[in-house]
């Protein structure tokens, strides 16, 4: 059974930096895009990060592209979300989240798998 644990999600200041991480484990996930959602209060789920697990290639949401990376460790079966100049409208429970494939998707409903979540605030 697969599991997704999210950890790293607490308060902070508006242009800090913070990472979260998220440990699968399950299965191989050799086949898998690994991602990260998030879900602001009152708003709908929307696509943040995604990574080929096999190559590690990724791909980017425009409103984070060139402020966050997402990287995994395939020995640690651990995949990263890095956040930087981190802004108010940041503020979000973010979500480890994984389908099997080899193309990406941003439609919350093509991942298979999701983790409980974690608390992101950034105070202005």
């Known amino acids: 059974q697969v599991q997704l644990v999210e950890s790293g999600g607490r308060l902070v200041q508006a242009g800090g930096s913070l990472r979260l991480s998220c440990s699968a484990s399950g299965r191989t996930f050799s086949s898998y895009i690994m991602g990260w959602f998030r879900q602001a209060l009152g708003k709908e789920r929307e696509f943040v990060a995604a990574?080929?697990?096999?190559?590690?290639?990724?791909y980017y949401a425009d409103s984070v592209k060139g402020r966050f990376t997402i990287s995994r460790d395939r020995a640690k079966n651990t995949v990263y979300l890095q956040m930087n100049s981190l802004i108010p409208e940041d503020t979000a429970v973010y979500y480890c989240?994984?389908?099997?494939?080899?193309?990406?998707?941003?439609?919350?409903?093509?991942?298979?798998?999701w983790g409980q979540g974690t608390q992101v605030t950034v105070s202005s």
């Open positions: 989240t994984a389908r099997r494939g080899s193309y990406y998707s941003t439609a919350a409903n093509e991942y298979n798998y």
């Open positions: 990574i080929r697990w096999r190559g590690g290639s990724t």
